[in-house]
């Protein structure tokens, strides 16, 4: 398990959610949280910097997802609200992580563009 904080510059706010999972080997990657409605987070590590291999869907999915796109300097580079059956391509490339939380996380903890992500392996 994972722990991320985020850490908005602009407004001081440090926020810390626990429990999040890694999507390491390829059926973490391709089932994801299909058929769950209750979790933490999940996170996913980029190998390429191909904004295609970036792509997530919501196929199977239950319940909408927030979805927060963080860059090679550890800051978000992109929001998105995800509905089931949905596929989304992001609008950039270079992209280290993909963290998946759920909906209204982006709000409940002030995310935006810019914020900084501190990634942590929990013992």
């Known amino acids: 398990m994972y722990i991320i904080t985020f850490i908005n510059k602009n407004t001081k706010q440090k926020y810390k959610i626990k429990n999040i999972s890694y999507a390491n080997t390829f059926k973490k990657r391709l089932l994801g949280l299909m058929g769950k409605t209750i979790f933490d987070g999940l996170m996913f590590k980029q190998k390429y910097e191909n904004r ?7 196929c199977f ?4 997802i927030d979805i ?7 800051e978000i580079q ?3 609200k ?8 992001p609008k ?3 992209i280290k992580y993909i963290i998946e939380l759920p909906e ?12 900084k992500v501190v990634v942590e392996y929990e013992k």
């Open 92 to 94: 950039n490339g270079y």
């Open 78 to 80: 992109e929001l998105k």
């Open 61 to 64: 999915m239950k319940v909408p």
């Open 104 to 115: 209204n996380s982006m709000k409940k903890y002030e995310l935006e563009k810019g914020v």
């Open 68 to 74: 927060i796109y963080v860059n090679e300097k550890n």
């Open 52 to 58: 295609f291999y970036s792509s997530i869907h919501t």
């Open 82 to 89: 995800l509905e089931p059956w949905k596929i989304y391509i």
